[in-house]
């Protein structure tokens, strides 16, 4: 029996299809997972080719937790700190959205130092002012 995802499944690599069988429970729609089965059975896959899309799965989830734990650079943090501002913050969104998790929290930090930092700058400025 055809779905409207029976097309999508036949464009899919061998990798593609391991994944999305093997995904959690509720991240595809059943209708794409029965298509995504009845594409990979009908590929008749042998266990070296089975063996071999699993690996490039692997690469590519190495890859992308290699990317999500990638550092914010030293300048990008002392422009957070001098200049922080909405706009920084919006970059942290896209870092994020694009999947550098580490470097879109960083730069939220050092936005806060960098408000932090101004915001004790002018409590001390009136407290030497008060003087």
Do not use: C
């Not at 942290?92 to 930090?109: I, P």
């Amino acid at each position: 029996m055809a779905n409207e995802f029976d097309a999508v499944m036949l464009k899919r690599t061998d990798a593609d299809l391991i994944n999305i069988l093997n995904s959690p429970a509720g991240d595809y729609q059943p209708a794409a997972l029965e298509s995504a089965k009845r594409e990979f059975e009908r590929r008749s896959l042998s266990q070296e080719q089975i063996t071999e899309a699993t690996q490039v799965i692997e690469k590519k989830h190495q890859a992308n937790l290699e990317q999500a734990n990638e550092p914010l650079g030293v300048l990008a943090k002392m422009v957070a700190l001098l200049f922080p501002g909405v706009l920084l913050l919006v970059f942290s969104f896209t870092y994020k959205a694009e999947g550098y998790d580490r470097k879109a929290k960083e730069l939220r930090r050092w936005t806060l130092y960098g408000v932090l930092f101004y915001f004790s700058l002018v409590i001390i400025e009136s407290i030497l002012a008060s003087l």
